[in-house]
Structures are given as C-alpha cells and as structure tokens.
C-alpha cells in the first residue's frame, strides 16, 4: 500500500514539473525549496521501489506490490525528480497539486506516528474503513483551493463592503498581535459555532453536514470528510467579521496556521486529555463526543476552539474521563464513497428527518443470544 501511494504521490509530484503553471500554487512556489523538493521526489520514488519489490518478495498476491513499482517506473521514465521547469512559469488557473502532495506529506509525517505512539483506540488501522472516501476528500478540496479560497473571500467583499469604517479597521489593526489572535479566535468560534448549529438544526443544511458526521472511524485523515458546500459557507459566513473588522494579516495568517491544525487535532485518534486546558481549547476527547453516534450527546461540543461557548449556550457534553463508545449517524444513511457523497445531500432522502428528531436509541447492548 505504501509503495502504491508513494509511487502515485511521486508520478503526481513529476506531474507538477511537467505543468507548473496548472498544477502548482504560484504562493507556495515562492516559499519552497527546489533542491528539498527533487531531493523527496526523489526519496518517495525510491521507497516506492524498495516497499514494492518488498511486497512481490513476501506477498502471495503480486497486484498492490506490481502497481507501486508500476507508477514508481511510469514517474521515473518521464524525467523523475529532474525534469527541468521553465522559467519564469506563468500565473493562470490552476489545481493545487503540490498544495495537496506537500500537506498529505506534512500531515501524515506528525500524524501517523503520534497516533501510533498515543493511539485512544490502539486497534485502529491507518488504512480502517473509509480511508479512502477520506483520502478524495482532502485530494478534493486540496486540488480546488484557488476556487475554495475565492468562493471564501468574495462573498464578504461583496456582501459586506458597506459594513466596513477605515476608522474601526485601523483601531483594530494597531491594537497588539496576541489580542488581535485572541479576538479573531472569539469572534471566528461565535461565527462557527452558530453556522454548525444550523448546519445541524435545518434540514437542508444537515443532509450536507451529515457527510461529516457519517464517518466511523475517527483520526487525522477524518478531519477532511466535508462536503465541499459545508467547507466553502462555513469559511466565506467565518470570514465575514474578520474581513469587516480589518484584522492585521500577522494575526489572522497565525489564526489560519492556528484552526488547520487545531481542526485535525479534534480529530485525531489520540488519547491527550490536555488536563485543565480542556475547559479553555476543543480537545480531541471533546470533539469526538461530537460525532458520538450515542443518545446522551445527541447534538453537543459545537464549538471548534473554545468549549466555553458550548457551556454558554447549554449544548456542552464533556463526561469526566469518558470517552464515545461508538461514532456515525444512526441507519447510516450516508453511502461510502466520494462522489456518492457529493451527490447525496441533492438526491432525494430516504431518511427525511431533521437531526432535532434523529432518533435517541440507547447503546445497544452486545448481542449475547445465540
Ligand atoms: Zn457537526
Ligand atoms: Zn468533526
């Protein structure tokens, strides 16, 4: 499997010399190393090589060890790490491949081994049920970023420009760097919070938010399964207090860094409790009660940074040192698969009701008859 996903990383990677100008981000461009980046192609290709001809060595079935060596071979017989880039490569639309490639790289260099080491549930595979509907969805909305960050950032310019005073906006902008961080975490939690409630409360809305309460099995890689409409409306509704008041770009870059991390956190299939921190930040045991498929948190922990709007509002579930028995929606009414998934707050629902009337069945006990 390694050798499959390395071999297809690194042929997507090659891809990304042959066509920068569609495939990469002219913003990331800028920042990273050319010489790092032909130096990890180069490494991903090789350890497709090793981890594939590995498999054919120990494995009875060839298929998985035959294609990561087949993509590796495809990668390297186009040029490999060193295909040369013209320069300067022009700006124009473009998927964000590298965007995708690097993040996965970086995520799952912190992620794999930490919830490996500090695993809450230590028989969790890396590749459980459902990896892969996970893995589109963070190739997705990765690929589409110039289209998710526009659709996010236009609506307030357009909707809001009227709410904007040059005098508010540099008040806010002089103020210090931690407060203005602080505020912009208040203000961006509020925005969410009430934007999930609704995304739970109206029924429209939870057919596309229940994509991601549909997964089981929860870890880093599940902090991706949203529906592409839920991504964009909560960020451009998110955006819009930030945009009026006029936060400097300092604080609100280190709220972007801030919430990408903290969001697969919540995630994460880790044990951290955080001791008494969990009052003050989501935590990965509060957000997991979250998407708890149990009766008692039946719509609870909708904040994404700060539980003290949860206790605030009354929908705070945080049970000593508990953690949810099982995850997923009730009936799971969801289908397991990318465009499926896509598809299916627009296709007519064979489960109608809103989640206020979702049913409140009780843990069922293990089947003990025989
Ligand atoms: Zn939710
Ligand atoms: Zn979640």
């Known amino acids: 499997m390694l ?51 590995a498999s054919l060595l120990l494995k009875r079935r060839k298929a998985l060890g035959l294609t990561g060596i ?19 490569v022009r700006a124009s639309d473009h998927l964000g491949l590298d965007w995708f490639l690097l993040n996965l790289l970086i995520l799952a260099t912190v992620f794999v081994p930490l919830e490996h080491l500090f695993a809450r549930l ?41 709410a904007v005073s040059p005098t508010l906006q540099s008040a806010i902008a002089g103020q210090p760097v931690l407060l203005q961080f602080a505020e912009i975490l ?9 934007t999930h409630r609704l995304f739970h409360a109206v029924p429209w809305l939870w057919r596309f938010h229940q994509v991601h309460h549909s997964a089981q099995c929860l870890d880093w890689l599940a902090a991706s399964r949203l529906h592409l409409v839920d991504i964009v409306v909560t960020r451009a509704v998110g955006f ?21 991390f903290q969001a697969i956190l919540i995630h ?17 045991q509060f957000h ?20 003290v709007i949860d206790l605030v509002f009354g929908t ?37 009701r809103s989640p206020a009337i979702r049913p409140a069945t009780p843990n069922t006990p293990p089947n003990t008859a025989s």
């Open 122 to 162: 230590p028989a969790q595979r890396v590749f459980r049920k459902g990896w892969t509907t996970d893995l589109a969805h963070f190739g997705v909305s990765h690929l589409l970023v110039q289209a998710t960050v526009l659709l996010t950032l236009v609506p307030a310019a357009v909707f809001f420009r009227w």
């Open 240 to 260: 819009v207090p930030v945009y009026v008041l006029g936060f400097a770009t300092g604080p609100t870059y280190a709220y972007l860094v801030f919430v990408s």
């Open 3 to 53: 050798s499959v996903l390395l071999g297809a990383a690194g042929l997507a990677a090659v891809l990304c010399l042959w066509f920068p100008s569609v495939l990469t981000t002219p913003e990331l461009r800028e920042i990273y190393d050319m010489t790092l980046i032909r130096g990890l192609i180069k490494a991903g290709l090789l350890a497709a090589f090793l981890c594939g001809t």
């Open 316 to 352: 705070f579930h945080l049970p000593g040192n508990r953690w949810p028995a099982r995850y997923g929606l009730e009936g799971d009414p969801v289908p397991e698969n990318y465009a499926r998934q896509l598809a299916y707050p627009f296709r007519p629902s064979a489960h109608p």
């Open 70 to 88: 087949g993509l590796a071979g495809l990668a390297t017989l186009m040029g490999g790490s060193q295909v040369e880039v013209s320069t300067p």
């Open 288 to 307: 997991h009660w979250h998407h708890s498929a149990e009766s008692e948190a039946l719509d609870k922990n909708f904040a994404v940074h700060l539980p």
């Open 268 to 284: 994460a299939n880790v044990n951290f409790r955080f001791g008494p921190l969990r009052w003050v930040l989501a935590t990965p």
């Open 186 to 194: 208040v203000i961006a939690d509020l925005t969410q919070y009430t």
